[in-house]
């Protein structure tokens, strides 16, 4: 079992800079892959990035070069780090698990606010 518990959100300015925080706890071993998700009101949750447990790495095209996945193994802990935050990224942002059986795993989520 794993339990995902994300933190850093917040209210941040346009153009601002938020680092958000997935711990696990548990078995985080059995996770192959993680992932960053958002969801804005009134619409669908959408892949933000993803991280394997090798290390490789990919961001949706709509962050990319302002957003960076990243992982510490010594500290269960997987990071989203957002730089140049517009209005259009306010969300409740959710970070996922998945086993190498296939299950996942979420998280509470946490909200991000843009705004001035």
């Known amino acids: 079992q794993v339990q995902l518990v994300e933190s850093g959100g917040g209210l941040v300015q346009p153009g601002g800079s938020l680092r958000l925080s997935c711990a696990a706890s548990g078995s985080f071993s059995i996770l192959v892959a993680m992932y960053w998700y958002r969801q804005a009101p009134g619409e669908q949750r959408e892949l933000v990035a993803t991280i394997t447990a090798g290390g490789g790495t990919n961001v949706a095209d709509f962050v990319k070069g302002r957003f960076t996945i990243s992982r510490d193994n010594a500290k269960n802990t997987v990071y989203l780090q957002m730089n140049s935050l517009k209005p259009e990224d306010t969300a409740v942002y959710y970070c996922?698990?998945?086993?190498?059986?296939?299950?996942?795993?979420w998280g509470q989520g946490t909200q991000v606010t843009v705004s001035s």
């Open positions: 996922k698990g998945i086993s190498l059986a296939g299950r996942s795993y």
